[in-house]
């Protein structure tokens, strides 16, 4: 078939793009935002992209049109479409039918972590034995790569809970029949989506009841949220439900966590019996409780406790998830995707424990839709407890996020963590938070810098002055 994606540089349109092609069919697409990385990675690939949105790239002639959640009612592209009545489905549609239907589905989901667990899942299935087609919205670096088709007959994917287009509202994790159901954890986000963490909760519950009798879910009991969802769908599931967690509830637990080594060292107990230590390169609570979930669906799926033990041994992370980006002068610096206060001061707290005694720096840039706005004003005056030294970037496109109410006021913000007793201040863009914290590095400092976007290459800036500076 010809598939033609509009939106096509979008990261999820993209690996979307490379799978379509490497199962054979002929891809075309088109984007207003032609720029690396992905346009040259749809290149590399010899895909043809159409720059920008237009009524004649009707003409191409393709069997489907495939929209991707960021197109609209009122693109000029989308229009034409819909005027001519030609095929076209969404992004999450066609992986569930080109490729996930007839196979054996991992469904990773949650507020926090997917990306990292997929990614784990991914690797332990791979060494497994299990030959694993994967879909991840991260590189892993274990396989340098987004996504993978393989004639295998398990597919592992991240269940995002975001809608899935302009004309279907769902989560796109209802799209991907699991026959095993990660579900980490649960609170509120995607503010533009959804009104309150109740509408979450309800999308939650939708996929826990998609698993089918011969499956698994497997929730995280950890989190408040995740477990009220579980206990309310008490009596209406109809698998095995598996709960993971620190706490005493789990049917699976991790014990004796070590964090003193170069490994994150465990015991997992099942059912209050000792079942196995493992180790992990991996860092905090957070990913202790990843690794564990994904211990869990990997048993489900028959790989041997030796196996897990290799896979969490010699996996590599993903970019972006506590990235070292380099250390130069003695100065770390560090590139995290956080941005949900949650996740902020987790990742704070896994620095902490790794990089203890060292002056540890938080710089962080409301950037998301929900970080945007003051929604999480008070959340985020807690989440840099385990920092010495935080500066917030001035909120990313306020005229947009303002649409959407209340904006994050990043002064009261660095007026809540000063009253905490540490320095804190804010400067609208990279540019000027380079200027002013490159002179202020001294050997042993530990630069976390968050969010989900470019943030102007700042990470780059500071090691070039860095390198730079005599």
């Not at 490497?22 to 720059?51: C, F, W």
């Not at 950037?367 to 807690?382: N, T």
């Not at 540490?422 to 810098?449: C, N, Q, R, W, Y």
Request: proline share 3%; with cysteine.
């Amino acid at each position: 078939m010809h598939y033609h994606l509009i939106g096509i540089c979008g990261t999820a349109m993209a690996s979307l793009a490379g799978m379509l092609q490497a199962r054979g069919h002929k891809v075309t697409g088109s984007d207003q935002n032609v720029y690396p990385p992905m346009s040259t990675q749809l290149e590399a690939l010899g895909i043809e992209i159409l720059n920008g949105y237009k009524k004649e790239n009707a003409d191409i002639g393709a069997d489907c049109v495939v929209v991707g959640n960021a197109i609209s009612r009122g693109n000029p592209e989308l229009e034409e479409i819909l005027n001519r009545k030609i095929r076209y489905r969404s992004q999450a549609e066609i992986v569930k039918e080109e490729f996930i239907r007839g196979r054996r589905s991992l469904v990773v989901a949650g507020t926090h972590g997917k990306t990292t667990t997929t990614s784990i899942a991914t690797w332990m299935c791979e060494v497994g034995g299990l030959n694993p087609s994967f879909l991840v919205g991260g590189v892993v670096q274990n396989f340098d790569a987004s996504f993978r088709v393989t004639d295998g007959e398990h597919f592992v994917i991240e269940g995002d809970e975001y809608d899935t287009a302009y004309f279907d509202k769902k989560p796109k994790f209802m799209h991907y029949l699991p026959e095993i159901a990660i579900v980490n954890n649960v609170e509120f986000d995607h503010a533009d989506i959804y009104r309150d963490l109740q509408e979450i909760k309800f999308q939650f519950s939708r996929l826990m009841n998609l698993v089918p009798g011969n499956g698994r879910l497997i929730v995280g009991i950890d989190s408040p949220v995740a477990k009220e969802v579980l206990d309310e769908m008490s009596g209406k599931l109809f698998t095995t439900v598996e709960t993971f967690g620190l706490s005493d509830d789990a049917k699976w637990q991790a014990r004796y966590i070590d964090f003193s080594g170069d490994t994150t060292r465990f015991t997992v107990f099942k059912d209050g019996s000792s079942w196995g230590e493992f180790e992990s390169h991996l860092i905090g609570e957070f990913n202790v409780r990843n690794c564990l979930a994904v211990i869990i669906a990997a048993d489900a799926w028959g790989i041997s406790k030796e196996k897990i033990q290799e896979a969490l041994h010699t996996f590599k992370s993903v970019k972006r998830r506590v990235e070292v980006r380099g250390e130069i002068r003695g100065v770390t610096v560090i590139d995290d995707f956080a941005h949900h206060p949650t996740a902020v001061e987790e990742t704070l707290k896994a620095l902490r424990m790794k990089y203890d005694g060292r002056r540890l720096i938080a710089v962080f840039e409301p950037r998301s839709w929900s970080s945007r706005l003051a929604i999480f004003q008070e959340p985020y005056g807690k989440a840099f407890s385990y920092a010495d030294y935080v500066i917030i970037a001035g909120v990313y496109n306020t005229s947009k996020a303002s649409e959407l109410g209340k904006v994050l006021d990043t002064d009261e913000l660095v007026k809540d963590i000063e009253m905490q007793g540490k320095p804190a201040m804010s400067f609208p863009d990279a540019d000027a938070i380079v200027e002013h914290l490159t002179p202020e590095l001294k050997a042993g400092d530990v630069v976390a810098i968050m969010s989900n976007g470019g943030f102007g290459a700042i990470h780059d800036k500071v090691l070039d002055v860095l390198k730079n500076t005599p």
